[in-house]
């Protein structure tokens, strides 16, 4: 079993910032893609970051700029740095990581979300 857990939402006032974190934990290989995604109240979920095995990374165009994805490959880990937030940017945030577990078999995970919340 994998399972991925998110940290790090919450309220700031526009403008501030957030870093959210995600870990997976289990029966893991290796990962390929990691990413971001968020979805607001009636709206589709979008990408907001992906960053590959090796470091390639991509940006929804309205966070490019603001928003910085990492990861740690030791830590099984991927990081959102939310710089300059604007109450566009509320949603609940998910993880996602493309991931090969034990048995050889790549699958897709996801967290469990976590709020973001940007209002005066």
């Known amino acids: 079993q994998v399972q991925l857990v998110e940290s790090g939402g919450g309220l700031v006032q526009p403008g501030g910032s957030l870093r959210l974190s995600c870990a997976a934990s289990?029966?893991?290989?290796?990962?390929?893609?990691m990413g971001w995604y968020r979805q607001a109240p009636g709206k589709q979920r979008e990408m907001v970051a992906v960053?590959?095995?090796?470091?390639?990374?991509r940006y929804a165009d309205s966070v490019k700029g603001r928003f910085t994805i990492s990861r740690d490959n030791a830590k099984n880990t991927v990081y959102l740095q939310m710089n300059s937030l604007k109450p566009e940017d509320t949603a609940v945030y998910y993880c996602?990581?493309?991931?090969?577990?034990?048995?050889?078999?790549?699958?897709?995970?996801w967290g469990q979300g976590t709020q973001v919340t940007v209002s005066s």
């Open positions: 960053i590959s095995s090796g470091g390639s990374q």
């Open positions: 289990g029966s893991i290989l290796s990962i390929n893609d």
């Open positions: 996602n990581m493309h991931l090969r577990q034990v048995t050889g078999w790549f699958s897709d995970y």
